[in-house]
Nanobody, 127 residues
Framework: VQLQASGGGLVQAGESLRLSCAASRRTFIRSAMAWFRQAPGKEREFVAGISRSGGSTRYAEGVKGRFTISRDNDKGAAYLMMNSLKPEDTAVYFC?????????????????????WGQGTQVTVSS
């Protein structure tokens, strides 16, 4: 699975960004998807995830109510809508796919549960 993340940029606190992750449709529809982020000097952390069907989502506590993950199986794309951005959201954001997921697989929150990764897109939030 090749993943291509895009949509990052430099914004001010309180503004919004939408990240996109594109993949081949045939593989995408069989994968659970997630977004992780990594700030300088810190470990990669879970941000949001969505099940294969799109019926189940999970969020890190710090982004609940501000970020929304979604997917479009027809387009083979996953999205992360980020509202009310804060300087602490600054990081490189990575999309990830779990191509082994079945329909009942819970949304994973650890990096080891995902077997394919995109290249990352930088999000910088200024105060």
């Amino acid at each position: 699975v090749q993943l291509q993340a895009s949509g990052g940029g430099l914004v001010q606190a309180g503004e919004s960004l939408r990240l996109s992750c594109a993949a081949s449709r045939r593989t995408f529809i069989r994968s659970a998807m997630a977004w992780f982020r990594q700030a300088p000097g810190k470990e990669r952390e879970f941000v949001a995830g969505i099940s294969r069907s799109g019926g189940s989502t999970r969020y890190a506590e710090g982004v609940k109510g501000r970020f929304t993950i979604s997917r479009d199986n027809d387009k083979g794309a996953a999205y992360l809508m980020m509202n009310s951005l804060k300087p602490e959201d600054t990081a490189v954001y990575f999309c990830a796919a779990d191509a082994t997921a079945i329909l009942t697989t819970p949304v994973g929150v650890t990096t080891r549960e995902y077997d394919h990764w995109g290249q990352g897109t930088q999000v910088t939030v200024s105060s």
